[in-house]
């Protein structure tokens, strides 16, 4: 089986690891790009990249009208990638979008479209497997151990503290823990901060240093042991697993599915 | 809901534990210890640990027909552990056993015995939760991320290695593990044994220190990213947790569960 | 060589370790205990552990005039070890005091007491090896790499964050640190806390969980690359090893040393 | 203060770091490059790193008499180096040089020729700061912690194991380590090679994971307590401030030194 794909998003910094990714598997063939601002020097690295001339279109409809193809890629953001996926599942066309950007309400919409067109869809805010897995497993564990604690570490020129995929792992545990007060009653910060970010009862720590890329680390205690589960990610080649994942099960379902897990026997 | 408990090798470490762990909780109340090497010191120890005059027995079956209880606990040994467990169904006495010991043939003739005697019995090689849930997400990951290693760690008193966790850990890994050549196939070792010791294609490695107890880490590799899950356990406390579980679940049961995973949650 | 030794707090859990410790080793002999609170009972666990009859004193004086010895161990409280230790080295009694409480005036007259009468003192804050190398080593490489950060992690009843442990760290780490500003200039903690307490510029992060003991991590970034060092206590047996190493140094000193660094070769 | 600086190996992977470097740093400016290949292409590639026209010369020595300098610097493989050091040193000129391969004959001559013309060398086999102070820490602790192991991770296409880095480590712990036999003298591998390579009596593991860059972990272990002493190494752009600190350290030595901590305050 193999698979013809259009890319929108291509010139990005994870579109470009797309590209790379899909021009190395035997079973897919990129075929189109769509770039609304595509010029002619920009699209000539992907050219290269993709080993192939391609053709690059700026207007979304006009490639699925123009263009066949079994899988969209949608590697933009939230604005552009809510109206090339409406117009992709409107064709017809199984599409896998990566963003954690759109609200309820888009996401309902295109999940209707999917619906009525018999076609697919998988939106994922997160294309890295480890990570996926990592926040499914605190979501188990928490179940067993209500004392947890949470601290991630990226680079100093993260802007913002904590991390989506720390406050993602803080809903995902609350799901399944025993609500309960943790630490001493009495406990004092002698230095305010020292506990970290109180996340409906979750202590969530955040380390910044240059040398770091992107980790995280969930504790779970209990008396006499401790259980961890950690994740480092050291370049966005790391979500290229995920992508492929997704590309290979679009196919296998009807609807729309948000969030890799539910796409992974976990 | 209240059970009475029967207890053999409550002289033991594990035993001692639990007899501690008993008496703190309101819904659990020790009625008998089965000790087929009891003498009056050592019972006296047990009979301060669980704060009361308790009938000790040599002889399980004498202890089971003259006791009413609700749940039977074995942390003795193999040897006792089969007999006390095959009395204790007989009577139609739910049992929890914490041992690795019995064989193929042992467990099948106690599960017909559960079966028969319409009762439930839970035999546990490992009650510390944490690492029932390493060995269970290490089993899920294997099946996205083929490329593994395992380090274990223990206190420089022990005496095997590999430690059996990391035995049990490699077994459930194989089960999900797409078949794989791991690491570069012209690698070379320059000291014999730097890449540990290979547990069908997967490196496991054992560090003995003093100050350590008993530690795993499971490190899954891909491109750019690692996931770990690691478990730590620094006193046989930890494994009070589990059996509690067990206890609250052999009610729920009908027949013989192997492995604390079977009544978990994941 | 052998030293004859004269133990304060004799009862606490450091002293009770120390009279273990004290009696296995073949050149310490344990000849006397003050205590000022001593009655026949608690005497009596004593004499176990050190295996055999001790003179117990409640006062310090009368057993320095009494019994000969060649090092004193003051293993009590600030207030308690104050009057002690200045009692000991009146008597020109070698002395080792494990306490961070005294004040800087009552360091200062012990070890003018010490020069007088040409004897030694040395004052641990913290006996543990691996704490204090954790220290020194964390103060040699801020020199080299000035972004820094610390988490420490102890179990859930302590009341204090930051630890004591965290707080000396800083205080080594900024006495070569060449200061800087950490982090990115914009960085915004979108939950309150999440970035640790700000310590002369340098966050520090505490997690307090059951089944943690007492542990800290130090952890320098700069350009790709990462230098951690770890300190992880799991009893105050640990402390054993740094009060051996101030016994058998205290003969060789001359006046007080304040910090077992100092008679370390580091 | 500002250096000029000539450079060999300049289209290297090291080297082409060290241009980006030179070129940042307001205070070293590139003046030539020593490539005893080049072509028309690759040289324009060092020239758009360096951000100017500079003179590449084939002929070491026709480079250092032709053009005026402060540091040379030699970043090239042990053949080339040793020719192109000893006509630097010849010259007068001072020199860093990154390599592992020179004989202890060559090192010897290079540093007569150092001393007789009153000029300073410095050799490297590591520039990553936090890899030399690990050892230099490790060396340190063995003093204090006689029981030791070392795990050291790398991506799964490295060829040999244990890497250099552990092997140099084993060599700095045992100067300062008190001989002895560690772990349980009946333990026993059930499956060879769980415990590693026994290098002078010290594990070394090796781990090779995809995912994995260079990292290692030196772990001391006594009663009841741990010491990590762990380096991170993500890229070789983590060596460029070693190489910073020989090139401002140079003009102050005389004569040839062997390993950056001996120019290093540890």
Redesign the interface.
Known sequence: MSFNIILAGSRGKMGSEAVKMINKEPTFSLVACIDHKNGPSTTQEVQELAGKALPVYTDAGRCFQEVEADIFIDLTNPEAGYINTKSALTHGLRSVVGTSGFSNEEINELSNIAVEKATGCIIAPNF????V??MQ?SK??A???P???I?EKHH???????SGTAKKTVELIQETRKQKQ???P??????????????DGI???????????AHQEV????????????????????F??GLK?AMNQVGQIEGLVYGLEHV???
């Open positions: 890295a497997l480890g990570a897995l990592m497993f188990m564990a179940k067993y151990f004392d947890v604690e601290i100093d020129q993260k802007l913002d503290a904590p943790q630490g001493h009495d406990e004092v910060e002698t230095v305010a901060g020292a506990r970290g970010a109180n996340m202590p969530v720590h955040s380390m910044r240093l240059p040398g770091m890329v504790i779970f205690g209990s008396k006499s042991q401790l259980l961890t589960i950690k994740h480092d990610s050291f370049h966005r080649e790391s290229m697993d994942l992974m026997d976990v």
